[in-house]
């Protein structure tokens, strides 16, 4: 009887599934993180899978598919680990916040005035994600009341790079208020004298 050449497909395997995100190969984990992202209704695996998490390519792809989800649930997600002792874990945390800036903006003003000064340091960062008229708001608002001069000089560096004039005066009242300290006063002297340099419609 002639052999006869199987010519059918094999069937295609499955894509990887979220359930993987906490056992297997690192190879596999990565596989199920990245494979997540197609439905938020793995957000809480995702969650549970980040506090476990240490590889650190498997936690990028952890954090890069609640940025792909994008909701609420995926903010308060990532939120949790700004506060992380490792500065990776922090740095992810900030670029995937930074990806969902319309969600990320109201959690903005509960950052910018947490007890941790750490956290309002990174907070000011995220800023720069928001329309110019609501950074203006929340960071006018931290140089007026900020006691930590580092958390000023972080929401300083946003402004010299993306503030408007309105922002002049309170970057003077913030100098006055750091009068002792010459590393915050310098830095908001370069911030006054970029943004004063601009031409008016250049920060719209």
Not at 94 to 119: F, K
Not at 150 to 172: F, H, I, Q, T, W
Not at 180 to 203: E, H, M, T, Y
């Amino acid at each position: 009887m002639p052999l006869i050449r199987n010519t059918s497909q094999k069937p295609s395997a499955p894509p990887p599934s979220h359930a993987g995100l906490t056992s297997g190969t690192s190879e596999e984990r990565w596989a199920a993180a990245r494979a997540a992202a197609n439905s938020a209704g793995n957000v809480a695996a995702l969650e549970a899978a980040l506090s476990e998490e240490r590889d650190p390519r498997v936690r990028e792809a952890i954090f890069t598919s609640l940025a792909l989800i994008n909701t609420d649930e995926s903010v308060r997600a990532v939120l949790q680990h700004v506060r992380s002792d490792d500065a990776r874990v922090r740095t992810g945390a900030l670029d995937a916040l930074r990806a969902m800036p319309e969600r990320t903006a109201g959690h903005l003003p509960a950052l910018l005035s947490d007890p941790d000064s750490d956290v309002r340091l990174l907070a000011c960062e995220l800023c720069r994600s928001v329309p110019l008229a609501q950074m203006h708001e929340m960071l006018g608002r931290l140089l007026a009341t900020e006691s930590e001069a580092n958390v000023c000089a972080a929401a300083v560096d946003v402004l010299a790079d993306c503030g408007g004039r309105e922002m002049l005066p309170a970057l003077s009242q913030c100098a006055n208020r750091f009068g002792n300290d010459p590393f915050l006063a310098f830095s908001i002297k370069v911030a006054i004298q970029r943004i004063a340099s601009q031409r008016p419609d250049q920060r719209e």
